[in-house]
Every structure is written in structure tokens, then in C-alpha cells.
């Protein structure tokens, strides 16, 4: 039994340093796994700090374009405005010369108007009074009653008046005939 018993005691060292060793094992492996886990939370944390600061810096520099882009979008606005402005004034000052313009046209329309109603007027008395000297009784005003009377009957065929008609004629170019004979 003695042998036993040191045999058991050997045994038993072997079995608690064989216990100890799983123990070192599995506590180097779960310092290992924490060790790990730890390494990997550092770059995922790290990952998020980058991506943190380069969606930070992104946003920022976003912000800031946008910012600059506003910036110019208004003073293009104020660009524009001052253009409109000026086409504004210009139109004004090219609206009231125009309007001088078109009154000026207009007096002197006026004055052309009179002038040639004047002249106008003037004329027609004279041309008046040059044939009130040269008035005639009418050309044989019976050739004249018969056109009427002919054409007073036959209002659908004004042809058969046409024999007539041109004997008056003849007549009335041979009254013209005489009379500017006599006038010169």
C-alpha cells in the first residue's frame, strides 16, 4: 500500500501539474483572446476615430464649399441685380429720349400738316376760281337724260346703252378739244 500511496502521490503531482498546466494554458489563451479582442476593439476604435474625424473633416469641408458656393451664388445674385439695375436706368434714360424724340416728331408734323393744308387749301381755291371762269352749261343735256332714262330702264343689261353712251363721250372729248384750243 505504501508504494501505492507514492505511487498515488506521483500520480497526483502529475495530475495536479498536468491540472496547473491546462490552467496556465487556458489562462495564456483567454489573456491571449483578451490580449486580442483588445488589439481588435483598439483598431476598431481607432477605425471609428479616423472615420469619425475624416467624416468630421468631410462634413466640415463640405460645409465650408457649400459656405464659399452660397458666397458666390450671391454675389452673383448682387452681379446680376447691379446689371438689372443699370439696364434698369439705361432703359429709363433711352425711354425718355425716345419719348423727347417722338414729341419732337410730332411738333414737327404738325407744322407739315398745316403747311400742306395750307397750301392745300390755297390751291383748291385757286383751281376753284380758274374754273368758275371756265364754267360751262353741260353737254347736250338731252344726250345726258337719254343715258339716265336708259340706264334707269335696263338695270340687268347696261350694254345695249353702251351706243349711246359712247356718242356722249365723243361728244364731251370734242367740248374738252375746243375749249383747251381756245384757252391757249
Not at 75 to 99: C, I, N, P, T, V
Not at 121 to 132: G, R, Y
Amino acid at each position: 500500500p505504501k508504494s501505492h500511496k507514492s505511487s498515488g502521490s506521483y500520480g497526483d503531482s502529475v495530475v495536479v501539474e498536468e491540472f496547473q498546466r491546462t490552467v496556465k494554458e487556458e489562462v495564456a489563451l483567454e489573456k491571449a483572446k483578451r490580449q486580442t479582442k483588445k488589439k481588435i476593439r483598439c483598431k476598431q476604435d481607432q477605425c471609428l476615430d479616423e472615420t469619425r474625424s475624416n467624416s468630421c473633416e468631410s462634413i466640415t469641408e463640405q460645409f465650408l464649399k457649400e459656405r464659399k458656393e452660397r458666397g458666390e451664388e450671391r454675389g452673383r445674385g448682387r452681379e446680376l441685380a447691379k446689371q438689372m439695375e443699370e439696364r434698369g436706368r439705361s432703359s429709363r434714360h433711352q425711354d425718355q429720349f425716345y419719348k423727347l424724340q417722338n414729341m419732337s416728331l410730332q411738333e414737327r408734323s404738325k407744322a407739315f400738316i398745316k403747311i400742306n393744308t395750307n397750301y392745300f387749301f390755297k390751291i383748291a381755291e385757286e383751281t376753284k376760281a380758274e374754273f368758275k371762269e371756265k364754267k360751262c352749261p353741260p353737254l347736250r343735256a338731252d344726250d345726258e337724260a337719254q343715258i339716265l332714262h336708259c340706264h334707269g330702264q335696263i338695270t340687268q343689261n347696261t350694254i345695249s346703252c353702251q351706243s349711246l353712251l359712247s356718242q356722249y363721250i365723243k361728244c364731251a372729248n370734242n367740248k374738252k378739244q375746243s375749249m383747251l384750243s381756245k384757252g391757249t
